[in-house]
């Protein structure tokens, strides 16, 4: 059974960076993907990005463009997700959700745990 | 980007009673189009995948249908367990995309 672990919770300053990690375990495919899927306070679901590990390729959404990188460590099967230039509307439980599309989206059939970020001065 | 415009916003019910939720899609999204549950301070789990496949483990009470731009999740015969929130989800396209959500309480 895949197992998504992701890191702890954060508080930024605005302005500030943060990288969430998100390590995968278990039977996952070769060709998976991580995705980066966040969640306001009492809002729903937003796509941000996703990385196939195993070709080292990203795809981001528009409107994260410039301020998010996502990453992938093969070697320890972890992806990363990392926003800059934080403000308060950033506030929001980050997750990561694998897909078995290799460079097709598809279905997210295993989800991480969640990680709130809290941006506040 | 495909808008994905769930119906209803919310949604209150009694036990045993069959629930109907639709999406609609802006564009033609083939069969790409996938089912949620997401109980409150849980993470978003997989009900339907490909509008109408069913997922292991999921309770047969839950079935989807329909293709192109609409579709629909059907809850047959609601157990108060089934309080939560439903999402739809495209994957045809990049960016993917995710309907607004449907609340469903249960009375």
């Known amino acids: 059974q895949v197992q998504l672990v992701q890191s702890g919770i954060e508080v930024k300053k605005p302005g500030s960076s943060v990288k969430v990690s998100c390590k995968a375990s278990?039977?996952?495919?070769?060709?998976?993907?991580i995705n980066w899927v966040r969640q306001a306070p009492g809002q729903g679901l937003e796509w941000m990005g996703r990385?196939?590990?195993?070709?080292?390729?990203?795809n981001y959404a528009q409107r994260f463009q410039g301020r998010v990188t996502i990453t992938a460590d093969k070697s320890t099967s972890t992806a990363y997700m990392e926003l800059s230039s934080l403000r308060s509307e950033d506030t929001a439980i980050y997750y990561c959700?694998?897909?078995?599309?290799?460079?097709?989206?598809?279905?997210?059939?295993?989800w991480g745990q969640g990680t709130l970020v809290t941006v506040s001065s | 980007e495909i808008v994905l415009t769930q119906s209803p916003d919310f949604q209150s019910v009694t036990p045993k009673e069959k629930v109907t939720i639709t999406c609609r899609a802006s564009?033609?999204?083939?069969?790409?189009l996938h089912w949620y549950q997401q109980k409150p301070d849980q993470s978003p789990k997989l009900l339907i995948k490909?509008?109408?496949q069913s997922i292991s483990g999921v309770p047969s009470r839950f079935s989807g249908s329909g293709s192109g731009t609409d579709f629909t999740l059907t809850v047959n015969s609601l157990e108060a367990e089934d309080a939560a929130t439903y999402y739809c989800?495209?994957?045809?396209?990049?960016?993917?995309?995710f309907g607004q959500g449907t609340r469903l309480e249960i009375k």
């Open positions: 959700a694998t897909d078995q599309g290799g460079s097709y989206s598809a279905y997210f059939d295993f």
């Open positions: 278990g039977g996952i495919s070769s060709t998976y993907a």
């Open positions: 990385i196939i590990p195993i070709l080292d390729v990203a």
């Open positions: 564009q033609n999204v083939g069969s790409s």
């Open positions: 490909y509008a109408y």
């Open positions: 989800h495209q994957s045809s396209s990049l960016p993917v995309t």
